[in-house]
T-cell receptor, first 115, second 115 residues
Framework: DSGVTQTPKHLITATGQRVTLRCSPR?????VYWYQQSLDQGLQFLIQ???????AKGNILERFSAQQFPDLHSELNLSSLELGDSALYFC??????????????FGEGSRLTVL | DQQVKQNSPSLSVQEGRISILNCDYT??????FLWYKKYPAEGPTFLIS?????DKNEDGRFTVFLNKSAKHLSLHIVPSQPGDSAVYFC??????????????FGKGTLLTVNP
């Protein structure tokens, strides 16, 4: 158990719909990262938050948005869903004070299926 | 543009033998490298890391080698065990640490260790 909690674990929805994925980082971690893993793809970085502020953006579509709340949990919102959005979405957190090293701790992921 | 490349999608080895997983990177700014292991239906878990000031790091059966001039790293598992069967991801970070730290991942290599 990494200490990072993601809900829901599985989600099936239809094209055009909107979903929200939720992540609670490890206790004490200020950074939250979102990654997407599609079929035959590695872990694609989407977005990062640190203590409520957006710090870095990766290959995140305009239909997707995220935020980190004052209690440090984060939500990833996916809208106008397309078949190609079907993927595993991972949240990760990182301990503060690691400088330029240190690992990310990943949750178990949310599997999104768009039909 | 894939900055971290794992060119072998899969690798099969016999129990007790050595497993060698390879990773190449193109971004010369990367200075910290990690390997993660991922079992089905679980999130990636940290395995071992290496800083660019070193060329080798060992942890039990796992050794990571870094060749900076070739922009290549490898993970050696000796001896391989059936429980090592998983997807292995190579990851790298550039020195934008602190609250801007992020990892770039390869696509992963599926290792199968046969009894």
């Amino acid at each position: 158990d990494s200490g990072v909690t993601q809900t829901p674990k599985h989600l099936i929805t239809a094209t055009g719909q909107r979903v929200t994925l939720r992540c609670s980082p490890r206790s004490g971690d200020l950074s939250v990262y979102w990654y997407q893993q599609s079929l035959d793809q590695g872990l694609q970085f989407l977005i990062q938050y640190y203590n409520g502020e957006e710090r870095a953006k990766g290959n995140i579509l305009e239909r997707f948005s995220a935020q980190q709340f004052p209690d440090l949990h984060s939500e990833l919102n996916l809208s106008s869903l397309e078949l190609g959005d079907s993927a595993l979405y991972f949240c990760a957190s990182r301990a503060p004070g690691q400088g330029t090293t240190g690992e990310l701790f990943f949750g178990e992921g949310s599997r999104l299926t768009v039909l | 543009d894939q900055q971290v490349k794992q060119n072998s999608p899969s690798l099969s080895v016999q129990e007790g033998r050595i497993s060698i997983l390879n990773c190449d990177y193109t971004n010369s700014m990367f200075d910290y490298f990690l390997w993660y292991k991922k079992y089905p239906a679980e999130g990636p878990t940290f395995l071992i890391s290496i800083s660019s000031i070193k060329d080798k790091n060992e942890d039990g059966r796992f050794t990571v080698f870094l060749n900076k001039s070739a922009k290549h790293l490898s993970l050696h598992i000796v001896p391989s065990q059936p429980g090592d069967s998983a997807v292995y991801f190579c990851a790298a970070s550039a020195p934008s640490g602190g609250s801007n730290y992020k990892l770039t991942f390869g696509k992963g290599t599926l290792l199968t260790v046969n009894p």
